[in-house]
């Protein structure tokens, strides 16, 4: 079982900045990417970022320039620094964790969201 915690959500004005924390721990073994995807009322989730074991990265076109996602391997732990934050990027903010089953297939773990606010 994994488990996956996040922390770092909360209350911004537009223009500041947060980070996100995600920690993963239980049986770990192999895995293809860790992410972040996001959900704002009324909508469907969406990726924000991903970065794979490899360390290569993909960002959705809203956050490219302004987010940066990293990893600590050594802790197990996924990072997104937010800044120039918008009202826009409000949404509840999950850390995502992909591993493979086999060759062809994949098993996606969730954390339980933190909130990210952006308002004045």
């Known amino acids: 079982q994994v488990h996956l915690v996040e922390s770092g959500g909360g209350l911004v004005q537009p223009g500041g900045s947060l980070r996100l924390s995600c920690a993963a721990s239980g049986s770990i073994g192999r895995i293809n990417a860790l992410g972040w995807y996001r959900q704002a009322p009324g909508k469907q989730r969406e990726l924000v970022a991903t970065?794979?074991?490899?360390?290569?990265?993909n960002y959705a076109d809203s956050v490219k320039g302004r987010f940066t996602i990293s990893r600590d391997n050594a802790k197990n732990t996924v990072y997104l620094q937010m800044t120039s934050l918008k009202p826009e990027d409000t949404a509840v903010y999950y850390c995502?964790?992909?591993?493979?089953?086999?060759?062809?297939?994949?098993?996606?773990?969730w954390g339980q969201g933190t909130q990210v606010t952006v308002s004045s």
């Open positions: 995502n964790l992909e591993i493979p089953l086999g060759a062809v297939a994949a098993y996606d773990y």
């Open positions: 970065i794979t074991s490899a360390g290569s990265t």
